[in-house]
T-cell receptor, first 114, second 114 residues
Framework: DVKVTQSSRYLVKRTGEKVFLECVQD?????MFWYRQDPGLGLRLIYF???????EKGDIPEGYSVSREKKERFSLILESASTNQTSMYLC?????????????FGQGTRLTVV | AQSVTQLGSHVSVSEGALVLLRCNYS??????LFWYVQYPNQGLQLLLK??????LVKGINGFEAEFKKSETSFHLTKPSAHMSDAAEYFC????????????FGKGTMLLVSP
């Protein structure tokens, strides 16, 4: 059974903290994605990666960075968390050559910044 | 550039009634189209997808969707709603050529009453 695992389901962090959201996939997929989900706005792409050490900005990269040191792991970093980054964060992966087809999603991390 | 419009942020049906969730897309090249479902506190799960070939696509849990190029639509239907269908549904598009990521609509919450 394919699996994308996000390290935390719920996180509460303070304004100004550095926050790491971790995502691991066991499907040997080359492509990995971080989305942010907000009510009424759907899913918006923050960053994606199509190979180890490669990263591309999505639609809303401001305030975020990412790291991909190993193929199976893709980390989202909030350098200095702010209250407007309170949201649901979803990680996804897909295999190379079919980037336009199915993406597999993790369970999500609900981040609250206070 | 690609975009997705889902008509209706909430749709209410009675158990046993027809489910119709509307999706219109915009894409400058032939699209790949997807419907995902999200149950409460879960990640997204693929319901069905259109890439090439038959324009009527069948998915899991009795759902189907028809790609209509002339109408730029990909509406999701199910003949008879079950209580377990209550969830949020997302339509997504990607471009069939070149390098493209998924662009999601804002989602439609399906409410099913007894």
């Amino acid at each position: 059974d394919v699996k994308v695992t996000q390290s935390s389901r719920y996180l509460v962090k303070r304004t100004g903290e550095k926050v790491f959201l971790e995502c691991v996939q066991d499907m040997d997929h080359e492509n990995m994605f971080w989305y942010r989900q907000d009510p009424g706005l759907g899913l918006r792409l923050i960053y994606f990666s199509y190979d180890v050490k490669m990263k591309e900005k999505g639609d809303i990269p401001e305030g975020y960075s990412v790291s991909r040191e190993k193929k199976e792991r893709f980390s989202l970093i909030l350098e200095s968390a702010s209250t407007n980054q309170t949201s649901m964060y979803l990680c996804a992966s897909s295999p190379v050559g079919v980037i336009n087809t199915e993406a597999f999603f993790g369970q999500g991390t609900r981040l609250t910044v206070v | 550039a690609q975009s997705v419009t889902q008509l209706g942020s909430h749709v209410s049906v009675s158990e046993g009634a027809l489910v119709l969730l509307r999706c219109n897309y915009s894409s400058s090249v032939p699209p790949y189209l997807f419907w995902y479902v999200q149950y409460p506190n879960q990640g997204l799960q693929l319901l069905l997808k259109y890439t090439t070939g038959a324009t009527l696509v069948k998915g899991i849990n009795g759902f189907e969707a028809e790609f209509k190029k002339s109408e730029t639509s990909f509406h999701l239907t199910k003949p008879s709603a079950h209580m377990s269908d209550a969830a949020e549904y997302f339509c997504a598009v990607s471009e069939a050529s070149g390098y493209s990521t998924l662009t999601f609509g804002k989602g439609t919450m399906l409410l099913v009453s007894p």
